[in-house]
């Protein structure tokens, strides 16, 4: 498959990804609202994956790495869904170590945090 001129997609994609990740660093770091992060976060991170995958074509993987690469994006994404917590008590983004795990409280305040 041939995705456009990758000397030219490069450096859009490149900058899409620098401020997607600035914005939803001070996003999800300085916003308090942990109802409105608990909206945001799950199209964010399929966002995220989707241009994952664009901006590795875009680079010029060889479309048969797809079949790898996809599935992991998915897998990634889920446990990346997963994994973030929002306290309802003080608002922090809680990222927990262990995307298995249950409930945890908050690292900031110390609140049960609630799926
Ligand atoms: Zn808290």
């Known amino acids: 498959m041939q995705f456009g001129n990758s000397n030219q997609m490069f450096p859009v994609f490149f900058g ?24 945001v976060w ?14 590795s074509l875009a680079i ?12 992991a994006v998915v897998l990634i994404t889920l446990l990346n869904l997963r994994s973030a917590h929002f306290c309802n008590a003080c608002g922090a983004t809680i990222q927990t170590q262990n995307p298995f795990s249950k409930r945890t409280f908050c690292s900031k305040c110390g609140a049960k945090l609630e799926r």
């Open 42 to 55: 799950p199209p964010f991170m399929v966002i995220t994956g989707l241009l994952f995958i664009g901006f």
């Open 16 to 39: 899409v990804w620098i401020v997607l990740g600035l914005a939803s660093t001070g996003f999800f770091f300085f916003n308090k609202n942990a109802g409105l992060k608990r909206k």
């Open 60 to 71: 010029g993987i060889p479309g048969n790495a797809l079949y790898l690469m996809v599935p």
